[in-house]
């Protein structure tokens, strides 16, 4: 597994390469090699390192956490990273649902569709100017 400094690190150069869209995920299948899948709340921990990047976990039989989230958590959140669809229908209950879709309507988040993801972001002046030019599918093994 990916070390804290690792991660810094891999957080450090993705912040310069600026991708597009980041992928993480574990094994589903059975390996070639030998090693072993780590959990979800492993690559939810690695995410959320990654700052400010449309991360997208993929993990089979993702669980659900609804919460319930007020306007201020919300945007912590996007600040935090960008979530997909998929995070918002495992996370958000109807109330906080209603409140980022309010969010939306205000101009103050943005639902954008990335290399066939749909993700929402907390919208800044920088977001408006950055470029992405190419997608990282980052693949992590325990």
């Not at 995920?25 to 990654?50: F, M, Q």
């Not at 959140?77 to 996370?91: F, S, V």
């Not at 205000?106 to 749909?118: A, F, K, P, Y």
Request: charged share 25%; glycine share 2%; with cysteine.
């Amino acid at each position: 597994m990916l070390g804290d400094k690792s991660i810094e690190q891999l957080n450090d150069a993705l912040q310069k390469i600026n991708p597009n869209r980041i992928d993480i995920g574990t094994i589903d299948r059975p390996p070639a090699y030998d090693v072993k899948p780590i959990n979800y709340e492993k690559l939810e921990n690695i995410a959320n390192k990654l700052k400010n990047l449309p991360v997208n976990i993929t993990y089979k039989n993702r669980p659900k956490q609804i919460q319930s989230f007020n306007k201020n958590e919300i945007l912590n959140l996007l600040k935090m990273r960008p979530l997909t669809q998929e995070d918002i229908e495992n996370t958000f209950d109807n109330n906080s649902k209603t409140i980022l879709n309010q969010l939306i309507k205000d101009n103050t988040i943005s639902c954008i569709l990335v290399s066939g993801i749909q993700f929402y972001k907390f919208l800044s002046v920088s977001n408006l100017t950055n470029s992405r030019n190419f997608d990282i599918i980052l693949h992590t093994r325990p």
